[in-house]
Structure formats: structure tokens, C-alpha cells
């Protein structure tokens, strides 16, 4: 089936704006993350979600990262009041029930940068 | 969470093998080595994954040894689509993983 997928693909915004990132997991996967990569660095987690439960967002920077897949398959990623250091590419992964945790699918990722 | 250590980059030509190291000293005995390839301007993919010993699939192989404290990524005959940031994690086989990618090993293929 399809593969994972993110939107908006690029989002330009003026800081204290507030954005949304959009996350399409593959259909019936259960565990989704989000991810947070700088240039030249790995992928950093932000948050886990089990469902719809999210069952860990030690990863996000502050309070104003927010996350939430409330009926267990799409999630939104919002940061509230975008600030410079906030310009980074997005990712999200989603992996199945039934299958090895280790094995986790990558969207193509949202890039945001704010001006 | 294992730490594992890894070299920033590599260089190797077209048609040769290329080995990259992954140290992980303290990996728990839970643990899988799994290892994620990155091409530019996309997102990691995973590409194989042991606990020890040796593992073979189409597109690599990764050698564990008895004390399972290193491994090594073996890609065999690279071209260059091979060209990619390759990521070695140390991951549960179920559950949730708060994995931590690091910089990886940025592989270079040269003609």
C-alpha cells in the first residue's frame, strides 16, 4: 500500500506564527513518531504515540510542541508562536503491529522554516 | 538506551566493498544492531538488522561478533546509489523504541 505521508511538504512561515504538520501513517500501523532533523544530523525523536494514546513527549522542546493522533491513524504535529531555531525538517515514521518495532517506515518529511 | 559510535564519513570507489564499523559497548543483551540508510533529501530507511553473528539479505550483510560490543555494515560492490548516510542503532525487536540516529556515516561512492 502506500507509504507514509506528510503535509504540507514545505512550509515558509513569519515567527509567532502558529503551524500544523500533517502525518499519514501506512494504513493499520500502530506506533507513530515524530522526528525533528537538523542539516547534517540524524533524525532527532520528539514524540511516540501507541494508537491514539501518546505514551511519551520527552523529546519536545518545549511547551510550545504539541502532538496529537486522536482517533489512532492521522497526527498533527503543532507548534504554537514559531520562533527561528524552530526551522528544521519534520519527519514522522510509523511502524505495525505485528511486525519488528525496529522496522520504522519515514514520510518524505515537512521542511519549515521561519523567517 | 545503547550508545553507539561511528565513523562521520567514508570514501570508497565504485565497484569496491565497503565496511563500516559500529562500536556499542554497552548494548543490552535485548538489544538488535539495526541499521538505517538515508539518501539525500529523504527519510531513513531500514536495511538490516541481527543480534549476532552474521546476517545476509539483498542489499547487505552485518557481521556481530560473540561479544556483540562492535559490529560491522558490509556492502558489497557499491555504485554510486549507494551514496547515502547510513545510521547503526542499537533497537528492541517489540515495543516502543525512543531511538537516538546520531550522525551516522555519511558513505561517499566515487567513480
Known amino acids: 500500500g502506500a507509504g507514509v505521508s506528510q503535509s504540507p511538504r514545505y512550509k515558509v512561515t513569519k515567527r509567532g506564527q502558529d503551524v500544523a504538520l500533517r502525518c499519514d501513517p501506512i494504513s493499520g500501523h500502530v506506533s507513530l513518531y515524530w522526528y525533528r532533523q537538523a542539516l547534517g544530523q540524524g533524525p532527532e525523536f520528539l514524540t511516540y504515540?501507541?494508537?491514539?494514546?501518546?505514551?511519551?513527549k520527552s523529546g519536545l522542546p518545549n511547551d510550545r510542541f504539541s502532538a496529537e493522533r486522536p482517533e489512532g491513524s492521522i497526527s498533527t504535529l503543532t507548534i504554537q508562536r514559531t520562533e527561528q531555531r524552530d526551522s528544521a525538517m519534520y519527519r514522522c515514521?510509523?511502524?505495525?503491529?505485528?511486525?519488528?518495532?525496529?522496522?520504522?517506515?519515514f514520510g518524505p518529511g515537512t521542511r519549515l522554516t521561519v523567517t | 538506551l545503547a550508545k553507539t559510535t561511528q565513523p562521520i564519513s567514508m570514501d570508497s570507489y565504485e565497484g569496491q566493498e565497503v565496511n563500516i564499523t559500529c562500536s556499542h559497548n554497552n548494548i543490552a543483551t535485548n538489544d538488535y544492531i539495526t541499521w538505517y540508510q538515508q539518501f539525500p533529501s529523504q527519510g531513513p530507511r531500514f536495511i538490516i538488522q541481527g543480534y549476532k553473528t552474521k546476517v545476509t539479505n539483498e542489499v547487505a550483510s552485518l557481521f556481530i561478533p560473540a561479544d556483540r560490543k562492535s559490529s560491522t555494515l558490509s556492502l558489497p560492490r557499491v555504485s554510486l546509489s549507494d551514496t547515502a548516510v547510513y545510521y547503526c542503532?542499537?533497537?528492541?525487536?517489540?515495543?516502543?523504541?525512543?531511538?537516538?540516529f546520531g550522525t551516522g556515516t555519511k558513505l561517499q561512492v566515487i567513480p
Open positions: 542503532l542499537a533497537m528492541t525487536p517489540g515495543g516502543y523504541q525512543k531511538v537516538t
Open positions: 504515540f501507541n494508537y491514539e494514546a501518546q505514551q511519551d
Open positions: 515514521a510509523s511502524s505495525g503491529e505485528g511486525a519488528p518495532a525496529y522496522e520504522q517506515y
